[in-house]
């Protein structure tokens, strides 16, 4: 208890320090010329970009911070220390660290696209030799009406290192996929870091309560820092967060959900980063064209945001391209305008659609609607994982 | 055994990926505005800077690809395996991957000296709280002549735990101040971690023969990544180390050298930094002006290299000011020129100590001289760890 009041002050210190240091940092950003102009803004003010650098420093040092404080009893008598735990809190911040710089490179250098699968992929290693060594389960529990099948449990062996990492892989780089407008991937987090904190003090009951203590250890400096990342890149966003900010958010969530062994219910947290994921599958494969941006467009005349759309010619057009197009068009997933040469859509990500849906939108409105449905989704994954799971899995 | 060869194997492998990716890299530096002028040239080609970062990820990226290979025995019967050995390394892991972190965002946005110090003081937590747990051990052993007042070895406590931080931080910044020259950041750290690698060799048959391997594992991956960098900053240097490395090499040495219970032998290999550092602080102090740059002076006309100067007026010099450059003056360590309203002396730096002791050099000569300096150093340290050390403590 004692911990969990020093880690709430500790905490409190951090945003305040992030939310002076923001300020300072953008000005050295724009002075190293790493800096955007908002393209959802007639002014054209020179922005720093990368600014998730601040907020992930702080999250990490507020732990570092705290070590001594969460494993105060261990220290006194190191005979019995738990080296086990200790690694594993090791192991999480490692990856969190490597994010950090990964997505800080990429913001200066602008990688190419293998390196932001690749290496995230490297830096889950050492989470996964903590798993193998502490608890090494590959066991999924079968649902009741599937049981008769499938028995009580499936053990999936290696292949569910293989599902942690595209876990952390996706995770990792889900809300840099939803992104583009002011405040919509640190608002996301935010949502995301609150469900899980409420999750873990409700499991604090359970027979589990160390890895759910575990994981609040780790949420919420995250939430602190974060929390004052948002006051300047809320609408109008005074500083942009960068792919450093995107690239540590998703790889924190997949250590705690990892570490804690709640894989499955933070799935059920990502839900808008699913469906935005599965609705960009055709532009990602290049079954439609992808054009660099797929950000919404601004029309400074109205001062709302407009579906962005991508041009599909007719002559040359592939079957497959077709049959995404009926299939999407059968159950109204797109807005389509065709003529005689050419068919032009909606870009399909979950921010057009929610326009091509509920119509032109100011930014600060669209940015609120997109985070609320995240909050429904979150509401829903709460309903999922409690009232139901009882009528599929034993109490 | 067959843990080394692999070891050998990957670093290899490291090495060639290493020097493949430098130039590209060198590419997106410069495309990010990440680069600078080399001063000590006619030309003015754009050299790209911070390229540290690569060898720095790849040295990473080996550690973490090696640690199932490290723990092999340990993953067959998880009920044996060393979690306190595997805390261990993901500790060091961590510094190292801060103060790469901590470099690279140094080098695109120039932060402040107090950030420099603050921020390896508490990346250097995690490894204090390792040490703490798995050896705590705060006695230092009391030369033969001195046991007659002290006895045969002291406990310093907490002030153990201080010197193990401050040795964390001078290491990290020691080789970022003597640095500026083509090729003498990157040489001299080659040349301490080949010291480092030999003494780790000979001390394998001793009863720390885990300790040392532990620094192997480490320093084999960090030796073929920084060869590769050196292949390109070697004079004339294609491109730039930054602090990136500086910060991640000195944090490496340190990392080994606690966790390898050898801090006073790294002491002795980083005698020329701790020589320079000891030279410099009357200009750190400000008791002698300091310019921003204390680089040596490049003379296009001779292509040699000369003293760089600081003047000092004489109107208002103070006791101290004329106090140091008596003394210095006294044992021959500064060149002085007087007239009758400044005194100009050299920039107290090693590199301008050899220029005004050999005379100008070329820039390929000056660095050589100041590795044959670093070689010669490591050799004495040899001889004082071995021959020596007998003399003053029990074989």
Redesign the interface.
Known sequence: MWSFILLFVLSLIAYFVTDNLIPR?GK??I????YGVDLCKTNKNKIPEGTG?VSG?LC??TN??F??II?GS??MD?QQ?P??E??EL??G??CI??M??LG??DD????RWRYKVL?PT??T??LL??Y??NF?STTFLVPIPLRHWFGVSIDIGWLYYFYMTVLAVFSSNAINILAGINGLEVGQSVVIALSIILFNVIELGSDQYKAHSFSLHIMIPYLATTLALLKHNWYPSKVFVGDTFCYYSGMTFAVVAILGHFSKTLGLFLLPQIINCVYSVPQLLHIFPCPRHRLPKYSAETDLLYASRTIITKKDMKNSTKFVLNFLTAFHLIDKIEDDECITVNNLTLINFFLIKLGPKSELKLTSTLLLFQVLCSSMAFLIRYPMASYFYDA
Chains 1, 2 share one sequence.
């Open positions: 940092v050295l950003c002075n190293a010329g790493l650098v420093c990490l040092v570092f911070l070590i001594p494993f261990g220290l190191t220390f080296h086990n200790f690694a090791l192991a911040l490692l660290c490597c950090l710089l800080f490179a200066v250098l602008d990688l290496l490297i830096a290693l050492p030799v903590v193998y060594v090494n």
